[in-house]
């Protein structure tokens, strides 16, 4: 769940009456700034979380410099994944799949699907070998994989293709390069020095002034499939920023 979810409304607000501090360290990386996301208080002024983590200088600067977050609520630690940076034999072209952006009315859910299909069909039609479509682990994620075989099946989507469950970072330690929206798998690609090929079609819902962030220029996101098919062939993948 992210910074509001109904249930961390509710404890936040606990929390606050109680005197108790809170502090807010996500499961991935803050790639976008999306301002629907911040958690304020009833004024709509004051953050909820008494702190933030960032990792790294990236994940750091990011709340300070974009998400404007003050200095002095935001502490700087280690990703738990530097000790895992380590990458295995790249086998795989990833495709991180997709979750459009529920706050975008513009957006829609079932739409994941067609982009995954478009993308997919675009690296066998380049006669692209040994694909995989990487969704997110967790509840539901079995039926998830099932609706995309039935999905693909329908239209007549015949390839062999692997479709993953599991943490995304052993499926991206093992991937010659990976495409996908903004999302945290940037940031672990960048940790392994592996080419992220950044899609963001209308239907996923991301506006161009969310990509912002202190691991590369997101600005040049490839919109259609045309211009993923272009980035791919010309290898114009997201250019990292080497922070200390």
Not at 44 to 67: E, M, N, P
């Amino acid at each position: 769940p992210g910074e509001t979810n109904f249930e961390h409304l509710i404890t936040l607000s606990i929390a606050k009456q109680l005197k108790v501090k809170s502090i807010h360290i996500l499961d991935g990386f803050p790639i976008l700034n999306d301002k629907s996301i911040e958690n304020m208080n009833e004024s709509g002024k004051i953050l909820q979380f008494s702190r933030y983590v960032g990792y790294g200088q990236a994940g750091y600067k990011h709340y300070i410099d974009i998400r404007k977050i003050p200095k002095q609520k935001v502490l700087i630690a280690q990703t738990p994944l530097a000790s895992r940076s380590t990458v295995g034999e790249n086998r795989d072209i990833l495709i991180m799949a997709y979750y459009p952006n529920q706050h975008n009315p513009e957006a829609r859910w079932d739409m994941r699907f067609k982009i995954a299909y478009e993308v997919i069909k675009l690296l066998d039609e380049s006669n692209q070998e040994s694909i995989a479509l990487k969704i997110k682990d967790g509840h539901g994620s079995k039926k998830e994989a099932a609706m995309y075989r039935l999905f693909f099946k329908i239209l007549g989507l015949d390839i062999p293709l692997k479709i993953i469950r599991g943490e995304s970072f052993d499926s991206i330690k093992t991937a010659r390069y990976v495409i996908g929206q903004a999302s945290s798998a940037i940031f672990e690609c960048a940790i392994l020095n592996i080419p992220f090929y950044l899609y963001e079609p209308n239907e996923a819902g991301t506006p161009k002034n969310y990509l912002l962030s202190h691991l590369g220029d997101l600005q040049n996101a490839s919109k259609t499939i045309d211009q993923l098919k272009k980035s791919i062939s010309a290898k114009k993948s997201i250019e990292y920023i080497k922070h200390e």
